[in-house]
T-cell receptor, first 112, second 111 residues
């Protein structure tokens, strides 16, 4: 069964550094998403992406964040200058139709 | 804003039924969802229900939706130790793009 994959599984970075989190969505899906879960808190929506542009973003998704689909298979989340409070589990999801979202295993980001 | 609430813990014995409850605030949702998260793993889509239905059954899983009370429940029949996990209720937002999640209910199944 096709799955969403994410790399790396764990990323450790220094505050102020840029990080890129990578996702390979399910191949025939058209809608892509990023969510994050800070330890002990709810899973929060960050951004949705369709037809090579952002379709919706939350107030968390400020100018430090960007997303890109650089080729036909990858979907990336870039955090330009990481802060301590960016430490979280980041989940990528994809959907064929906006009704059902399938999640990857997550990347744990630790900012020191 | 939209919100989803669920109780944090549920403990049951193997073979019993588990019922996990959730309330939500957004009345314009089209679908409501249950996700399962096992330790160290991602969010697995378990089941979902269209908002004009009041019940959906899928093998051991039964989803009940009370739209008037904005209450969603997940019943797991004959609960097994392998069902131990965190169960998240989620609601699609008005635009149908983002999911709003509850905090998750940790289900603990003892043998």
């Amino acid at each position: 069964e096709p799955e969403v994959t994410q790399t790396p599984s764990h990323q450790v970075t220094q505050m102020g550094q840029e990080v890129i989190l990578r996702c390979v969505p399910i191949s025939n899906h058209l809608y892509f998403y990023w969510y994050r879960q800070i330890l002990g808190q709810k899973v929060e929506f960050l951004v949705s992406f369709y037809n090579n542009e952002i379709s919706e973003k939350s107030e968390i998704f400020d100018d430090q964040f960007s997303v890109e689909r650089p080729d036909g298979s990858n979907f990336t989340l870039k955090i330009r200058s990481t802060k301590l409070e960016d430490s979280a589990m980041y989940f990528c999801a994809s959907s064929p139709n906006q009704n059902t979202q399938y999640f990857g295993p997550g990347t744990r980001l630790t900012v020191l | 804003g939209e919100d989803v609430e669920q109780s944090l813990f549920l403990s049951v014995r193997e073979g019993d039924s588990s019922v996990i409850n959730c309330t939500y605030t957004d009345s314009s949702s089209t679908y409501l969802y249950w996700y399962k998260q096992e330790p160290g793993a991602g969010l697995q889509l378990l089941t979902y229900i269209f908002s004009n239905m009041d019940m959906k059954q899928d093998q051991r899983l039964t989803v009940l939706l009370n739209k008037k009370d904005k209450h969603l429940s997940l019943r797991i029949a004959d609960t097994q130790t392998g069902d131990s996990a965190i169960y998240f209720c989620a609601d699609g937002n008005q635009a149908g793009t983002a999911l709003i999640f509850g905090k998750g209910t940790t289900l603990s199944v003892s043998s």
